[in-house]
T-cell receptor
Framework: AQKITQTQPGMFVQEKEAVTLDCTYD???????LFWYKQPSSGEMIFLIY??????QNATEGRYSLNFQKARKSANLVISASQLGDSAMYFC???????????FGRGTSLIVHP | DAGVTQSPTHLIKTRGQQVTLRCSPK?????VSWYQQALGQGPQFIFQ???????QRGNFPDRFSGHQFPNYSSELNVNALLLGDSALYLC??????????FGPGTRLTVT
């Protein structure tokens, strides 16, 4: 099975600072997509950002950006100017060829300190 | 505009029983996917429904079955419940795009 690896079980960041959440993946596909989701304690998964494997520029959505390094098979999420409401679980996911069914990593717990 | 809704919120069942979980997709969405999320894990894909047919299926036994209705709402049925079926069950809807909208989930506890 093609795997998503999130090596940081927990991360801590000071409010207003930037934080990077790591994600590496394996795939034999040429065309695929990478996603990040946020899951607060309420349980709902919130879509944050998407990167296509053929996209030449790194994806950005407001305070979220994706540092995509295709050769290294990494897709790290950068959150700028952290806010207390960013405290949550963050999941990296990969979609396969011709489908957008994501395979999820185990997640990183982010805690933002005031 | 209502997002994805799921019912019930919480459920407690006994081993061997059967359970039905329900999902209403976001308005305008025609595709519904179901995921199982065990504690401390990422969601695992169960199956996806489109036009009332199961389009894709993950690595789950036949005890897990589903249905999609003409109004695009969906049900997940699990028969012969095992303790290991205890998890958060997430429903997600989409409309021919990569962006899936998730519901709040149903927390199933099997005792």
């Amino acid at each position: 099975a093609q795997k998503i690896t999130q090596t940081q079980p927990g991360m801590f960041v000071q409010e207003k600072e930037a934080v990077t959440l790591d994600c590496t993946y394996d795939t034999s596909d040429q065309s695929y997509g990478l996603f990040w989701y946020k899951q607060p304690s309420s349980g709902e998964m919130i879509f944050l950002i998407y990167q296509g494997s053929y996209d030449e520029q790194n994806a950005t959505e407001g305070r979220y950006s994706l540092n995509f390094q295709k050769a290294r098979k990494s897709a790290n999420l950068v959150i700028s100017a952290s806010q207390l409401g960013d405290s949550a679980m963050y999941f990296c996911a990969r979609g396969g060829r011709g489908s957008y069914i994501p395979t999820f990593g185990r997640g990183t717990s982010l805690i933002v300190h005031p | 505009d209502a997002g994805v809704t799921q019912s019930p919120t919480h459920l407690i069942k006994t081993r061997g029983q059967q359970v039905t979980l329900r999902c209403s997709p976001k308005s305008g969405h025609d595709t519904v996917s179901w995921y199982q999320q065990a504690l401390g894990q990422g969601p695992q894909f169960i199956f996806q429904y489109y036009e009332e047919e199961e389009r894709q299926r993950g690595n789950f036994p036949d005890r897990f079955s589903g249905h999609q209705f003409p109004n695009y709402s969906s049900e997940l049925n699990v028969n012969a419940l095992l303790l290991g079926d205890s998890a958060l069950y997430l429903c997600a809807s989409s409309a021919s795009s990569y962006e899936q909208y998730f519901g709040p989930g149903t927390r199933l506890t099997v005792t």
